[in-house]
């Protein structure tokens, strides 16, 4: 299991050490204390510090792990882009993808599309089911389907029922 801080993106660091430190917890949020002073330069106390500060003001909302499926297959990724008849009485759209397991995240957004639905699945065959599952509720107009070939970049935090990313020890303390 790989851990991954959820880092706030809201402000920038006090100075590049700090930018340092958020660098390797994004990559490892499990190394050590010492392990991360001898990469910045710094002791394992300082860099306990500095962390504790970069939580306090808010640049480290949390810690969280990403999980992998267990079984060793990789996971299907796929973008839903779906349109709706009518977007200002869609909810029961919303409401159809809320119990589908495999919807990761659904945003709605401005503009041609109505919602952006990312979808995780075992295999394809699963993601055509959940396709054709969303395309028969009431008010779906029309669904373009992306499937995800690679994920370059992963920042995805998991969040609490709260919208609150899980908060969890210092790591390596």
Request: net charge positive; glycine share 6%.
């Amino acid at each position: 299991m790989n851990r991954q801080a959820g880092i706030s993106v809201s402000k920038s660091p006090r100075d590049d050490i700090d930018a340092q430190i958020l660098a390797e917890l994004r990559r490892n949020a499990r190394i050590s204390l010492a392990q991360l002073g001898d990469q910045v330069l710094l002791s394992r106390n300082a860099v306990r510090q500095r962390i504790e500060r970069l939580e306090r003001d808010g640049f480290i909302k949390g810690y969280t792990i990403k999980e992998s499926t267990g079984d060793g297959n990789p996971t299907v990724n796929a973008v839903l882009l779906v349109q709706r008849h009518d977007r200002m009485r869609g909810s029961d759209v919303i409401a159809g993808l809320r119990a589908i397991p495999e919807v990761a995240t659904c945003d709605v957004v401005s503009g041609e599309l109505d919602l952006v639905v990312r979808v995780e699945a075992p295999d394809a065959a699963r993601i055509q089911a959940i396709w054709r599952q969303v395309s028969e509720f009431p008010g779906v107009r029309d669904i373009t389907t992306a499937l995800s070939l690679s994920t370059v970049i992963d920042r995805h935090v998991p969040r609490t029922a709260t919208g609150l990313p899980p908060i969890s020890p210092h790591p390596g303390v």
